[in-house]
């Protein structure tokens, strides 16, 4: 059981970035989905969360209109689209599952390794 998660890199302000998370041994269909960051010196915070009941999002205020989180049940994959990027978006970016649609990075049961944005001219 795991979320692989890829699509990071170096982009410069304004630019774009695909984000995407695969699941393996279980199903994200019936779960909910969310990504989280960890900015350099800073605690992990949550970015958005996707819940699978009803397919309604919630942002972060700071990604609101720049972010846009998605699933894709065929492939059991999760995909974050950032777009109007900026150099505080700069961080370590994890998706998670759980069972329970929330902001608290605590009730998520699975997590993705990771994978370092970094937006910067």
């Known amino acids: 059981v795991q979320l692989q998660a890829s699509g990071g890199g170096l982009v410069q302000p304004g630019g774009s970035l695909r984000l995407s998370c695969a699941a393996s041994?279980?199903?994200?269909?019936?779960?909910?989905i969310a990504w989280f960051r960890q900015a350099p010196g800073k605690e992990r915070e949550w970015v958005s969360c996707?819940?699978?009941?009803?397919?309604?999002?919630r942002y972060t205020d700071s990604v609101k209109g720049r972010f846009t989180i998605s699933r894709d049940n065929a492939k059991n994959t999760v995909v974050l689209r950032m777009n109007s990027l900026k150099p505080e978006d700069t961080a370590v970016y994890y998706c998670?599952?759980?069972?329970?649609?929330?902001?608290?990075?605590?009730?998520?049961?699975?997590w993705g390794q990771g994978t370092v944005v970094t937006v910067s001219s």
């Open positions: 996707n819940n699978p009941s009803d397919g309604s999002t």
């Open positions: 998670a599952a759980g069972v329970i649609i929330t902001i608290k990075e605590e009730l998520y049961r699975y």
């Open positions: 041994g279980f199903t994200l269909r019936s779960n909910a």
